[in-house]
């Protein structure tokens, strides 16, 4: 249990009824707040169903806000590019991909770190696969009458710098890995991809 309550996220191999989840969340401790990568991760009676239950709120990117409503009643709270810090151990790191409001989940835990990073980051052959898409984030977010939005790369590049043990994507495929141990040439190749990627899709930021 964490003792700041726990935190619910999203996973591609749910299995049983609606009930024997709810059951097996509670024989765990209960949920606090609920998470989800982006909308095309809603169940909206799963998680209607869970705050029905422990009165978790579902959390997730407020430029997901549109097509999440339409998918559950579930009561809400939202973040921004920004993310979210919950507690010291915790936080949801804004990383668009093939969602505008895409969102990955860090967490330490007993001197270890995982990233959660849902279909985004995985290792293939021995290669880095980074989903990162910021013509979404230019051209599916509403930025007012700014001309152009936010520089994203600063915010971005300290993924790279992060301490991670583990990246745990909530759904893989065939050649990808279930949950990645990262050893010294993996985080090396894993920033050094990051930065690769960023610079590749930084033409996409242009007016």
């Not at 309550?5 to 996973?11: E, I, K």
């Amino acid at each position: 249990m964490r003792k700041e309550g726990n935190l619910l996220l999203p996973s591609g191999d749910g299995g049983g009824t609606v009930a024997d989840l709810l059951n097996d969340i509670e024989a765990l401790g209960g949920v606090d707040t609920q998470f989800v990568t982006h909308n095309h991760d809603v169940n909206g009676p799963f998680q209607e169903a869970v705050y029905d239950r422990f009165e978790a709120k579902l959390s997730y990117h407020v430029a997901e806000h549109n097509a999440v409503v339409e998918k559950t009643k579930c009561p809400s709270v939202e973040f921004g590019d920004e993310g979210v810090q919950l507690g010291s151990d915790f936080q949801a790191l804004y990383f668009p991909s093939c969602c505008a409001g895409s969102s990955l989940y860090y967490w330490q835990d007993s001197g270890n770190h995982f990233l959660f990073a849902s279909h985004v980051i995985n290792m293939v052959e021995d290669g880095w696969q980074i989903g990162l898409d910021l013509w979404q984030y230019k051209n599916l977010r509403d930025w007012g009458e700014r001309i152009s939005p936010p520089d994203p790369e600063p915010q971005l590049s300290k993924i790279a710098n992060l301490p991670i043990g583990y990246i745990v994507p909530n759904v893989y495929r065939e050649g990808q890995e279930e949950f990645h141990r990262f050893t010294e040439d993996t985080r090396k190749s894993f920033s050094t991809t990051l930065e690769r990627r960023l610079k590749e899709e930084a033409p996409n930021l242009q007016a």
